[in-house]
């Protein structure tokens, strides 16, 4: 029973959240942004990845304050390798599940799940585990293996990525929860939120051509940003990422960010790997286009531990 | 027998033979199990011939079966076994829809030299020089590449059609799949044989069968001395010349009561269109037992050896090297032997025995495959080699290894696959990104499934790409990845003989599970 209780707190945790916003001025609402107005990033540490989310949510006023009735959501978890959930190569099943179901229940019309996979795209779906448990939970998961997907956007203000292809449920949808999960990266140091969006878009290659710190940044300006992102710490692969060679890759470290500000999601991301923010330099350059605060002292956190 | 259910035996049995030889050549999602595709192709002649001998075994003998079964029924395999012979009578029957005048065959005389030449000359190519002969006369290779080369991307195209379709509705169960063409020049050689097989079976039945083919030829002889036949009741012929008019092989001369069994396909449609059932199927001038092989044992032998042999295959032999050389050149890929697919072992052998079926080619769920134009040089055109502009080789896939119908690729367990070195990757460091722009990069790293391929300090904050190339096994992502254009930072130099890679080393993390937040 405890897991219904804690849906119905999140309901009714969101029912506050919306009228509170509706207080706080409508155009803000139809941004998309959440005003969780207590804190700006919550941190969760010590439960199952699904537990953990069902506490953090609470404290951000729950899915409501999110997804309203109705509307389209788009679930962008990493499902980048063809590897099994163990290897935490990808977001772990559970929590892609859980969120899923917390989105069905603040009233989403639809739920969508996809990525543009490094791997095979079929064997990456089936292989993490991702297809299969989203599916039970309702979602539909979309295929992103083709060019055709794919619709050209632009970036007004960009350095060096002025224009690029993004996958049509980007644009088709209401709603953007970004669910990455924290690995070491090879090249940047790090892959958390603002990289995880690589996997939206078609030509990577022409980020990793053209700057790839550069372009992680610049993308990030693009209007349609997450509304929320969950960054997946359960498993954290800390080195040989971000595909991982082995087990010993992986450090168990079960904890889970939630915040709806990305560079702070990153910033703090950063210090679980224990990298300093200036190494990863996609986290300085967003910070410095002002597309969110890295300097995590000067932030209302939550920290819960289970 | 009743005289129209041998000819309905016949075309029932074909059609589903024909359905699942269609089925396993367009499967583009992989559904179909290679244990499967295996018992489908374990009775093709010429791949089995060739398995048989590459495995130095007869386990792998469904040849022997065809044989057998040419002994006592004629040339029953062309009929009933054969997907090109198959796909030619449908065709005929097309053609005798489209104009009468193309489904009255009537008796003609055999081309006996050309048919026996190719025959000689074929089999003499095969024991001198290797498999030539046969990648361009093989049956099933032929049908194979049809399939492969010009109807899997139409079935494919009409896949994404609908997936265009449902996906409006916002279903997703089909998916959208990029077509990948193949180099112009490969498509010459299925598409004159297309030309000249679609040709003469439309008008003139199995024609080819009889002149080109020297699996036709080859049973051909056999059926001289078969037990069962076609043959005339001569008291009961009214001459009416019906039967020889349905012959799609032309070899009934009813006017001397006489049927040339070698060129007979066992098709049976002159038993069924005889009135006066003067023509019938049966045993000729003795009675004989007629015994069965044990089908099942065979294919658990074959199945054990096979696996027995993919554990531990690195084959020996010097292959003969053809570069490849690239049209530009700023930092040119240096390439000194094309990658061939995992199982091949040694290129000369593996070059040796591959009739470029293109099966392993049409089942790659990643398209990494492709056929050889000039890799290999023009005797391996259309045999497979491995494309990293185009894909990669997944890690977890032995796919090509499972399927192979001649043996060319030794069976790979997946633990022994991911060990196997194909090839090496080779890193340029002036062509790479992060020399020439300065910016971060790493893309090749990022996609290395043992971290062969790592990223090492380099100017200031940035890393570039190093190569351990003993857990290197060739697998191509790196080059797939790399962002470099026209020519790739990093690319990977085919082994002429596949060698086993070291396992990556792995050591723990200083980092520790955490009690605290760090922040």
Not at chain 1, 7 to 23: D, F
């Amino acid at each position: 029973m405890k897991r219904r209780d804690f849906l119905r707190t999140s309901v009714g945790g969101s029912l506050a959240a919306g009228a509170a916003l509706k207080m706080g001025g409508l155009e803000k609402l139809f941004a998309g942004t959440s005003l969780s107005a207590k804190y700006d990033l919550v941190a969760v540490m010590g439960g199952n990845p699904d537990a953990m989310f069902d506490l953090g949510i609470q404290e951000l006023g729950g899915m409501g304050a999110f997804v309203k009735k109705g509307q389209k959501v788009l679930i962008k978890p990493n499902i980048g390798w063809d590897v099994i959930p163990d290897l935490a190569a990808n977001t772990n099943p559970l929590l892609v599940k859980r969120v899923i179901e917390h989105c069905f229940k603040a009233g989403a019309k639809e739920v969508y799940v996809f990525d543009h996979t490094c791997d095979n795209w079929v064997n990456c779906y089936k292989n993490s585990g991702i297809e299969k448990i989203a599916k039970s939970a309702g979602a539909k998961v979309v295929p992103g293996n083709s060019e055709s997907y794919y619709h050209e956007i632009e970036i007004p203000g960009g350095i060096k990525l002025q224009k690029t292809k993004v996958h049509q449920l980007l644009l088709e949808t209401d709603v953007f929860i970004n669910i990455p999960v924290l690995k070491d990266h090879n090249s940047t140091r790090m892959t958390c939120c603002l990289k995880n969006t690589m996997g939206v878009v078609w030509d990577r290659g022409y980020w990793h051509s053209n700057d790839l710190n550069q372009c992680i940044a610049d993308y990030a300006l693009y209007e349609k940003k997450p509304s929320l992102n969950i960054i997946d710490c359960y498993n954290v692969m800390v080195k040989h990422g971000p595909q991982g060679v082995s087990k010993e890759d992986i450090v168990s470290m079960k904890s889970q960010i939630l915040t709806s500000d990305w560079v702070a999601g990153d910033a703090a991301a950063a210090r679980m790997l224990g990298v300093p923010v200036e190494k990863i330099e996609y986290i300085p350059i967003a910070h410095k286009m002002g597309l969110g605060n890295m300097n995590l002292d000067s932030q209302n956190i939550k920290r819960i531990k289970m | 027998m009743s005289s129209s259910l041998l000819r309905r035996i016949r075309i029932v049995f074909s059609t589903l033979v024909f359905i699942c030889f269609v089925l396993v050549l367009v499967d583009f999602k992989s559904i179909i199990p290679s244990k499967y595709i295996n018992a489908l192709i374990y009775l093709q002649f010429i791949p089995s011939l060739l398995k048989s001998y590459d495995m130095k075994t007869l386990a792998a003998g469904g040849f022997i079966f065809v044989l057998l079964l040419t002994f006592i029924t004629g040339r029953t395999y062309c009929s009933f076994l054969c997907p090109l012979g198959i796909g030619q009578d449908l065709n005929s029957r097309i053609g005798g829809r489209i104009k009468k005048k193309f489904r009255r065959y009537g008796f003609k005389k055999p081309f006996t030299i050309i048919r026996y030449s190719l025959l000689g000359i074929t089999l003499v190519v095969t024991l001198v020089w290797g498999v030539y002969m046969l990648t361009l006369l093989d049956p099933y290779s032929i049908f194979a590449r049809f399939m492969t080369y010009f109807v899997k991307p139409v079935i494919i195209l009409l896949n994404n059609f609908l997936a265009g379709i449902l996906g409006r509705f916002d279903i997703y169960t089909l998916s959208n799949i990029p077509v990948k063409g193949f180099p112009l020049i490969v498509y010459s050689i299925p598409a004159a044989f297309f030309l000249l097989i679609g040709g003469l079976s439309l008008t003139k039945g199995r024609l080819y069968c009889n002149m080109f083919c020297p699996v036709g030829t080859l049973l051909g002889l056999i059926s001289k001395i078969s037990l069962f036949r076609i043959k005339f009741k001569e008291a009961d012929c009214t001459r009416c010349g019906r039967c020889s008019m349905r012959c799609k092989s032309s070899c009934i001369d009813f006017l001397k009561y006489d049927v040339d069994v070698s060129r007979c396909v066992s098709c049976f449609n002159c038993v069924h269109t005889c009135q006066d059932k003067a023509i019938t199927y049966g045993i000729v001038n003795f009675k004989k037992k007629v015994h069965e092989t044990d089908e099942g044992r065979r294919k658990v032998i074959a199945g054990s050896i096979l696996l027995l042999f993919g554990i531990s295959r690195v084959s020996s032999g010097q292959g003969k090297i053809v570069p490849k050389p690239k049209k530009q050149s700023t930092v040119k890929e240096n390439r000194t032997c094309p990658v061939f697919p995992p199982g091949g072992g040694g290129i000369a052998d593996f070059n040796k025995e591959c009739v470029a079926c293109s099966l392993c080619i049409n089942v790659c769920p990643n398209g990494v495959l492709q056929p050889a134009y000039m890799q290999y040089g023009i005797a391996g055109i259309m045999q497979p080699v491995m494309d990293y502009h185009k894909s990669f080789c997944t890690y977890n896939c032995t796919k090509c290894t499972e399927i192979c119908p001649t043996f060319a690729l030794h069976p790979l367990l997946l633990e022994a696959k991911k060990l196997t070195q194909i090839g090496k990757a080779k890193f340029i460091k002036d062509n790479c990104i992060v020399k020439t722009e300065k910016t971060a990069c790493g893309a090749c790293s990022e996609a290395c499934p043992t971290k062969a391929c790592h990223m090492i300090p380099y100017e200031g904050n940035l890393v570039i790409p190093e190569v351990t190339e003993d857990i290197c096994i060739g697998c191509g992502h790196c080059e797939f990845a790399c962002p470099a254009s026209p020519y790739k930072a990093i690319f990977v130099d085919g082994n002429p003989v596949h060698v086993a890679a070291k396992k990556p080393v792995n050591v723990e993390s200083d980092i520790k599970t955490p009690v605290e937040f760090p922040f």
